[in-house]
Nanobody, 116 residues
Framework: QVQLVESGGGLVQPGESLRLSCAAS????????MGWYRQAPGKQRELVAH???????NYADSAKGRFTISRDNAKNTVYLQMNSLKPEDTAIYYC??????????WGQGTQVTVSA
């Protein structure tokens, strides 16, 4: 049974930082591409950051320079370090793991709220 469990969300003020974690089980983590997505109220889910099995990364324009995605294959965990948070970063953040069309899994999400 595949499980992706996100943690690290919360309420922070603008300019502060958070680090999200996503612990995976039930998959051979090292061969999966991993991603962080987010969905704000009334908006579609969007890609925030992605890291492939080789460690190459890419980011949404809104995340470049502020967010860093990383993975620890020994811990089956992917991280999203978010700095200089803005109110527009408020959303539910979801972890995704994908190795193929049939092997594409989502976590339950963690709420991030940025507000003064």
């Amino acid at each position: 049974q595949v499980q992706l469990v996100e943690s690290g969300g919360g309420l922070v003020q603008p300019g502060e930082s958070l680090r999200l974690s996503c612990a995976a089980s039930g998959i051979i983590f090292s061969i999966y591409d991993m991603g962080w997505y987010r969905q704000a109220p009334g908006k579609q889910r969007e890609l925030v950051a992605h890291i492939n099995s080789a460690g190459s990364t890419n980011y949404a324009d809104s995340a470049k320079g502020r967010f860093t995605i990383s993975r620890d294959n020994a811990k089956n965990t992917v991280y999203l370090q978010m700095n200089s948070l803005k109110p527009e970063d408020t959303a539910i953040y979801y972890c995704n793991s994908r190795a193929s069309i049939r092997h594409d899994f989502w976590g339950q999400g963690t709420q991030v709220t940025v507000s003064a």
